[in-house]
């Protein structure tokens, strides 16, 4: 097995998580006897965007739903910019800067493209119906600014033209930028991307790739991407981990890991 050497193994106290905005370090969790995650550790830096592979099973939707608190780790630490992530509940993590995509969309079909966007913003402040009704000053402000903030999304995502269109019925590709649009209401600082390549044809793919980069380049987030799609993760990644049986079995460059005899082992034995 071949692993190049990481951040350093040692277990930081929490607060020390040096120049990462996010840490984890020796993460291992078990369902029953299978052990999805294995003593992993992986630093994601502000504004990088790190590729996450590895075969089916190895623990890519396990370490993400690690870190968006939906499973708590049986041992190790994640931290957040020197802080526990997890001692935080799931629902403030958009307060803290973190916003995810889902895999399979989470947007709401009867709802228009805009206010899908929008709903992706409520998280960072109290903009529900009644403190329009109320038209208080400073959630009315709140709220204009949201609105501003996603036409200007709107705009970047080249969503103009279907932004009072209901959702549903809407192309799978157009869905894909409705749900960047309404992660990156958030503002956030890192970014979870889940399989964002998923059901999207090779023109879309390379459209996404350069998207997702410029979007990076304009609002400076750091991005961890979950992909099977290798074109994209390492036609886009700054720093690519890979997993294997939920053990990092890779960490290195996108130039490195193709070549890398323990990455190609595991998608040619799984392939097997
Ligand atoms: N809630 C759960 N209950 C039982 N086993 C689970 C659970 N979540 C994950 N696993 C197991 O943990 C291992 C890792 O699964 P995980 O979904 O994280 O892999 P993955 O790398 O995301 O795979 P894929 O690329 O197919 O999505 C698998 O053996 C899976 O069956």
Redesign the pocket.
């Known amino acids: 097995m071949h692993v190049t050497p990481g951040p350093s193994t040692d277990s930081p106290s929490v607060g020390d998580a040096g120049d990462a905005l996010l840490r984890l370090r020796d993460v291992s969790i078990a369902?029953?006897g299978?052990k999805?995650l294995d003593g992993v550790g992986l630093d994601v830096l502000p504004g990088q965007i790190l590729g996450l592979i590895?075969?089916?099973?190895?623990?890519?939707?396990?370490?993400f739903n690690c870190i968006t608190r939906i499973y708590q780790p049986d041992t190790g630490e994640i931290v957040w910019r020197g802080d526990d992530l997890l001692r935080i509940r799931p629902h403030h993590l958009a307060g803290l800067g973190i916003a995810r995509t889902f895999q399979n969309l989470a947007l709401f079909g009867g709802m228009s493209v805009f206010d899908n966007a929008m709903a992706g913003g409520t998280s960072q402040g109290r903009v529900g119906a009644t403190s329009g009704m109320l038209a208080w000053p400073p959630a009315r402000r709140r709220t204009n600014e949201l609105r501003r903030r996603a036409w200007e999304l709107l705009e970047r995502l080249d969503l103009l033209e279907v932004a009072e269109a209901p959702a549903a019925g809407l192309p799978f590709g157009t869905l894909k930028r409705v749900e960047l649009a309404r992660a990156l209401m958030a503002r956030p600082s890192l970014l979870l991307l889940d399989e964002p390549a998923g059901g999207l044809t090779h023109s879309e793919v390379k459209d996404l790739g350069e998207l997702i980069v410029s979007l990076r380049d304009d609002y400076g987030f750091a991005a961890l991407l979950?992909e099977?799609h290798m074109g994209l993760v390492l036609g886009i990644s700054d720093h690519v981990v890979a997993?294997d049986f939920?053990q990092k079995i890779f960490e290195g460059s996108p130039e490195q890991v193709r070549d890398d005899p323990a990455v190609v082992a595991a998608y040619l034995g799984r392939a097997a």
Do not use: E, I
Request: proline residues 6%; glycine residues 28%.
């Open positions: 369902f029953g299978v999805a590895g075969p089916n099973g190895a623990g890519k939707t396990t370490l979950v099977h997993l939920g």
